[in-house]
């Protein structure tokens, strides 16, 4: 057995819950364990009881009960992935230092594990520890078919200060699509709700986002309020155009569903939009016909923020994926013939 410590919390630690702190700091102690002893008040924070969800903070000071030194066998090795992986998740690498990672994320590659998906950015993430001893930590979120800029922080505090940051809305974070038929006016601002429709799968296979009017969002159970910011980039006629698009907030599927509840679905898109080319009553269909992909053209292009750690502007930007970048030269886009921000542009 142990003796009784006190131990303080690091700056690195910070925002971290206390039950997971402590399985880090001894591994031999089962989560079971570690509730019973905040339930009997063993496990005390700056000298007072505490539930094993409370999130730490910088200079606090834990009292550690004495500690068997075998409770539990220690956690299993955590599984190597293969060089060949490591070479793939590499070569995704738009940007790196100390303390962040920035990837193009490939269309199809799921940024976290669901059913079905094995392989996908968190796993995969540990090829991306370089001269580091933890993996880095995602701080925010892609859909699986959506491309582009993927951030991760490679420390815990930078995490945190990430985390925070994309929720106080402190990043700037544009889109590119490609959308059938061309929205008027031009420039604009969609302000439907979005309420969450189970799927009808066993585990709720095909769930979508269903758009609500913005007078009922606070009338409808479950919904929330959902902006997006859109403008006219280029258009082939008046079948598709390329757009630039700010989720304003950050809900499931949103631009995706907020471009389609308009009668303008994202190229691709057969969830929202529909897999066949016409779409009567509504707009387009999502799909263009000849030689264009029919996979998703939804690109996360940049992604502007303050650095965590460096204070400095730090703007990324991300190739278009190879399905897009096809599409982009069947209708004569280029991407240097636009701003990079033109919601900050006289544009249109």
Request: proline share 7%; aromatic share 6%; with cysteine.
């Amino acid at each position: 057995m142990s003796q009784v410590q006190v131990m303080t919390i690091e700056e690195a630690d910070a925002g971290q819950r206390l039950d997971r702190w402590f399985r880090r700091q001894f591994p031999q102690i089962s989560q079971g364990r570690i509730e019973k002893m905040c339930r009997k008040g063993e496990i005390r924070l700056d000298g007072g009881r505490v539930k094993g969800a409370v999130r730490l903070e910088a200079g606090q000071q834990i009292r550690i009960p004495p500690l068997p030194d075998g409770a539990a066998p220690p956690p299993a090795p955590r599984a190597r992935i293969s060089d060949a992986d490591v070479k793939y998740i590499r070569s995704f690498v738009l940007y790196k230092d100390d303390h962040i990672i920035a990837l193009n994320k490939p269309p199809g590659l799921p940024v976290q594990g669901g059913s079905g998906h094995a392989r996908h950015v968190d796993n995969l993430s540990e090829g991306l520890m370089f001269d580091l001893e933890e993996k880095p930590r995602l701080v925010h979120r892609l859909d699986k078919d959506t491309s582009g800029v993927l951030l991760l922080a490679r420390t815990r505090a930078v995490a945190a200060a990430l985390t925070a940051s994309f929720r106080h809305k402190e990043t700037r974070k544009i889109y590119w699509a490609a959308c059938a038929g061309v929205p008027h006016p031009k420039n604009g601002t969609i302000k439907f709700g979005l309420v969450k429709a189970p799927g009808h799968g066993a585990r709720g296979e095909g769930e979508k986002m269903h758009c609500i009017h913005p007078r009922d969002v606070d009338a409808t159970e479950g919904a929330k309020r959902a902006t997006t910011d859109y403008a006219v980039l280029s258009q082939a006629g008046k079948r598709v155009a390329w757009m630039a698009l700010i989720p304003v907030t950050g809900r499931t599927h949103q631009l995706r569903a907020h471009m389609a509840e308009i009668g303008h679905p994202i190229v691709g898109d057969g969830k929202y939009g529909g897999s066949g080319q016409d779409n009567l009553g509504d707009g387009w269909g999502a799909q263009l016909g000849g030689d264009i992909s029919k996979k998703l053209h939804l690109h996360a292009r940049s992604l502007t923020l303050e650095h965590p750690v460096t204070k400095a502007r730090l703007n990324l930007v991300a190739p278009l994926p190879e399905h897009m970048a096809r599409t982009w030269e069947t209708f004569q886009w280029s991407p240097s013939d636009v701003p990079a921000d033109p919601f900050e542009e006289d544009w249109g």
